[in-house]
């Protein structure tokens, strides 16, 4: 099958949302030793704290055991939930700014990486995207649970989809500068690299996690969706094999006999890489073309869809990330295994 390279047209424009933060510095003060808390306190007041302790229990002592409050207890939940997204917004900023933090290995000393300066300007706005996208999600969600109107509910649809473009819009602008930063995933958590394809997420895998969330489908629905998920990979296999066609043939160019040669020709060697340099530059073809297959999918789901069928499948694409990302914060703040 011929996968013929098509090029995304997207008006420029920057996520909606507010200028750039610098994480706030963290500073702690540590107390006087309690001893020597203890040592100052006059006697009297020590006295009187000793018989408080002794003195006759509250009538709470003699209550029985509190029936727990679920509305607290969901409260709790979402307070976490918070947090944690606070954490990972945290982390992208920190990534963005070129700086780790190590774990207990590391003492917890700060890292410079090695990022271009593109590559950092794309994770700042990554980050700010990311965070626009929570907001949006949340409003989608909060209309879905209200039960708003189909044109009102469309238009919170369509502002989902358009912010996905501009995703796509930042990726086609740094494709060309750094095209391995997006290849690494470096800009995204330990958790969702995992499951990364040519710089993003497998259009096939996404329509499979979606399925539950489209029901129910018509017979009419159901054969484009399964007409979807077959050409998409269809396309997804043909663009593995070329990238691996493109390792392949790169390794051959490096690993050919007068390259590895010691002491090596410098003609022979500049010749070689100048060969390697030609055949690397297809990777960014590579890229953008998996950047389309994923919007293109996007797109049609939506065509596809209702419009609430849709905004159920936005709000489950974001939770499916934002699981990803606890997922990833979580494994940091493990503890340290013995």
């Known amino acids: 099958m011929h996968i013929a390279s098509s090029k995304v047209s997207i008006g420029l424009g920057s996520p909606a949302s507010s200028g750039s933060k610098r994480s706030s510095e963290l500073s702690m003060e540590f107390s006087n030793p309690r001893n020597d808390v203890a040592s100052r306190l006059e006697p009297g007041k020590t006295a009187k704290r000793e018989g408080n302790r002794k003195g006759p229990s509250s009538s709470s002592e003699h209550e029985g055991p509190k029936t727990p409050d679920p509305k607290a207890y969901v409260q709790q939940l979402e307070s976490s939930r918070i947090k944690l997204t606070q954490m990972e917004q945290e982390l992208q900023r920190a990534r963005a700014q070129g700086v780790f933090h190590l774990g207990e290995q590391g003492q917890g000393l700060p890292v410079c ?3 271009s ?7 700042m706005e990554y980050a700010r995207w990311a965070e626009e996208n929570h907001r949006l999600t949340c409003e989608l969600g909060a209309a879905l649970q209200e039960h708003f109107p189909e044109n009102e509910l469309r238009l ?3 502002n989902c989809l358009a912010h996905y473009d501009e995703m796509m819009n930042l990726k086609s602008m740094v494709v060309k500068t750094d095209v391995f930063h997006l290849v690494s995933g470096m800009w995204k958590t330990p958790a969702e690299r995992c499951f990364m394809w040519m710089g993003g997420f497998r259009p096939s895998e996404l329509i499979k996690i979606l399925l539950n969330h489209m029901e129910p489908l018509s017979e009419q629905q159901i054969l484009w969706i399964c007409g979807l998920q077959q ?3 269809e396309t997804e296999e043909a663009l593995s094999q070329g990238l691996e ?3 392949q043939s790169l390794s051959d160019t490096i690993a050919s006999d007068h390259a590895l040669c010691y002491p090596s020709n410098m003609a022979n060697y500049m010749g070689q890489m100048a060969i390697a340099m030609t055949k690397l530059s297809t990777l960014e073809g ?12 996007l797109h049609r789901l939506h065509q596809i869809l209702t419009t609430r069928q849709a905004a159920r499948c936005f709000v489950a694409i974001a939770e499916y990330f934002h699981r990803l990302r606890a997922l990833s914060s979580l494994w940091l703040m493990r503890p340290p295994q013995e």
Do not use: E, K, P
């Open 156 to 158: 919170f649809v369509d």
């Open 117 to 123: 300066s593109d590559a950092a300007i794309f994770d």
């Open 231 to 233: 050409s998409t990979q």
């Open 286 to 297: 590579f890229v953008r073309q998996a950047d389309n297959l994923r919007q293109q999918t």
């Open 245 to 247: 066609a493109l390792h």
């Open 113 to 115: 990486s090695n990022l």
